[in-house]
């Protein structure tokens, strides 16, 4: 490539900078979207990421049907937990109840989500014990006063720096000790923020701090994930039976999988993707023909130019990598604007939580590489015509 | 071999119209051009002057006939390649309107044609200067065509046609765009280029003008009329 012939692109872009603006923005704002909807697609499947990290694709949660109570038309209970280990594939089973209580420690006070669990709950939710000990066996059958605390409920209300472990909180003016601290988990556990929670032993939950407040949630696990359908199949029958449940009658239960839940919100996140792709897509589309337009306008302004080159020596080639060029400029410029706005928007509109967004690799490769490849494909018909300009044609146009 | 620069037999040229009608512009051409002569063309207008020199440049096909140049026939070359090469090494252009580029400044102008055949940049631009130096033009390498005179322009032009040292100069009308003085000016440089064994093919209708050539090819209808033709002894 002759050095001096991209010179001489550059300079004819320079010399008309509005026009030269103008063809570029369709670019810049065709990239920019571009990334934008990497960012916003990549943030989306994080969060669904986030959301489902604690859940193993072979989690199955039972929860009452329609969310309703458990005392007032559902007979979903913990102990049904205990019933689900003789169901068909089920590795294991925990059962929980959820509400949200005040929680106070000294004269610090807040609400948190209270989650009466069985010694199960932990290792089915994949928690992780920081410090101290779990829920146990025997914390169940005797109804202790005991409780495991998640670490935004620690930095909340044991400031200075103090071990909560041994110490006593209170939640619904009933005492419990502090026997252990979970890891920071940064995400849900099904519906529960575990760094949010206070997770006490169920009989204790059930007896005296959440009584008939709290929604039941039981967890369990498939022996593999093929198994899925069949172990659905299985809990439904064995809870219809124990809730002796009539044929007319719907479920008083929902059972959801954590396969289809994960691959379903996945989906969703791509289907968000796919369709901002498509309006990126459109619009550098159509700033591709806004070039190609603008290409065709500057030939038919240049012909008599090109007449002059080709009459001092210009080859064909030399006509149709200098206008080639321009257009490749005009679109790898747009592109790199647009990149620079697409990347510096993200920190922006992520620092004012407007929508969740995580930057990626992908957004701006792709669309630098989709600006280039506008330049060329929507710049090339117009230089290969001026390329073939007739030359005596040419120098006679004004 | 001989020492024709330029060999023409029975050359023909018709353009098209787009429904198809042709329009014969040379109807058999016959004509010899030694190297270093200075030749005029003249003839009436839509004679075919202006048609000749461009198919003589290689900006036009010929429909029919044979052309030598350097005895080489080159009439049925359409590859573009080629015939780019000749207009970029062997030739010369300057035209009545000169054709610079608006945009690039007078020394840029001049280089274009070294930067199409691929000279260094080094070389190209002292080559450039050198020649704007000698047609007296040192002071505005860096101007502008709007910032020149007509004249000035065409001084810049010569220099571009100059910049590859062709062996051929080709000018359409080259003094009729420009007064009286500085058309002598040009002429003088034109004989300048005779006297260093370059072959200059001039179209021109003004008898002033032709009367520097040595030899005035005349015209007619897209004939050669006259080989040798003289001008009446007013001029």
């Known amino acids: ?398 | 071999m001989n020492n024709f620069a330029i060999r023409m037999e029975d050359v023909y040229k018709s353009y098209y119209l787009s429904n198809g009608e042709e329009i014969p512009v040379l109807k058999g051409i016959n004509l010899e051009i030694k190297k270093g002569e200075f030749v005029a063309i003249m003839g009436e207008s839509g004679g075919g002057k202006t048609t000749l020199l461009n198919v003589i440049g290689c900006l036009h096909p010929l429909s029919a006939g044979k052309y030598f140049l350097d005895d080489e026939d080159i009439g049925e070359v359409r590859d573009d390649f080629t015939l780019a090469y000749i207009r970029n090494k062997k030739m010369g252009f300057i035209f009545q309107q000169f054709n610079l580029f608006a945009r690039f400044s007078a020394l840029k102008n001049v280089i274009l044609p070294a930067i199409y055949a691929k000279t260094p940049a080094l070389e190209r631009e002292e080559k450039a200067r050198t020649l704007l130096e000698s047609v007296g033009m040192e002071e505005r390498v860096n101007h502008k065509p709007t910032e020149l005179s007509g004249g000035q322009q065409q001084r810049v032009a010569i220099c571009r046609a100059l910049i590859n040292n062709p062996e051929i100069i080709l000018a359409d009308e080259p003094t009729g765009a420009l007064d009286s003085k500085s058309g002598i000016e040009v002429m003088d440089i034109f004989t300048k280029f005779k006297n260093q064994g370059k072959t200059v093919i001039m179209v021109t209708h003004t008898a002033e003008v032709a009367k520097y050539a040595d030899r005035i090819i005349y015209l007619r209808d897209g004939q050669v009329l006259d080989n040798n033709y003289k001008l009446k002894s007013t001029y």
Do not use: C, W
């Not at chain 1, 979207?33 to 199955?60: E, R, Y």
């Not at chain 1, 610090?108 to 994949?126: E, L, M, R």
């Not at chain 1, 990149?339 to 939580?353: D, L, S």
């Open chain 1, 1 to 398: 490539m002759n050095l001096e012939i991209v010179k001489m692109a550059f300079e004819s872009l320079t010399a008309k900078k509005t026009r030269t603006f103008l063809s570029m923005l369709g670019i810049i704002i065709g990239v920019a979207t571009v990334i934008a909807v990497f960012a916003v697609g990549k943030g989306a499947q994080d969060s669904v990421s986030s959301q489902f990290s604690n859940l193993s694709a072979n989690s199955i949660i039972v929860m009452p049907n329609r969310g309703r109570s458990f005392t007032s038309s559902s007979k979903l209970t913990t102990a049904d937990a205990a019933k689900l280990i003789a169901a068909e594939h089920i590795a294991s089973s925990a059962g929980a109840i959820q509400g949200n209580s005040s929680v106070s420690y000294g004269s610090v006070s807040k609400n948190y989500s209270v989650v009466g669990a069985d010694q199960n709950f932990v290792s089915i939710s994949n928690l992780v014990v920081q410090s101290g000990r779990g829920i146990e066996e025997d914390d169940i059958s005797s109804k202790s006063a005991v409780a495991l605390v998640g670490s935004t409920v620690v930095a909340d209300l044991f400031v200075g720096g103090e071990s909560p472990i041994g110490n006593s909180i209170t939640i619904n003016g009933k005492k419990l000790e502090v026997v252990g601290v979970l890891k920071k988990l940064g995400s849900r556990v099904g519906m529960i923020s575990i760094d949010e929670s206070v997770i006490i032993p169920s009989s204790t939950a059930e007896k005296s701090v959440l009584g008939d407040r709290g929604q039941v949630i039981i967890m369990t696990t498939v022996d593999n994930v093929s198994n899925t359908n069949a172990a659905t199949t299985s809990i439904t029958a064995i809870l219809r039976a124990e809730h002796k449940l009539k044929v007319s009658q719907e479920d008083d239960f929902r059972i959801m999988d954590a396969g289809s839940m994960i691959s379903a919100a996945q989906e969703s996140a791509q289907t968000l993707t796919a369709l901002l792709t498509a309006i990126a897509a459109i619009t550098l589309l159509v700033s591709g023909i806004g070039i190609m337009n603008v290409m065709f306008v500057t030939v038919a302004e240049r012909t008599k130019e090109i007449g002059i080159a080709k009459a001092i020596g210009g080859k064909r080639a030399d006509i149709l990598s200098q206008f080639l060029l321009e257009s490749i400029i005009l679109s790898m410029a747009g592109g790199i604007i647009g990149m620079i706005i697409g990347q510096g928007a993200i920190p922006i509109i992520t620092y004012f939580n407007l929508i969740s967004m995580t930057s990626s690799a992908t957004g701006p490769i792709l669309g630098f590489t989709f600006s280039v490849l506008v330049g060329v494909f929507f710049g090339f018909y117009p230089a290969y015509k001026a390329s073939r300009l007739d030359p005596v044609d040419a120098l006679r146009s004004e």
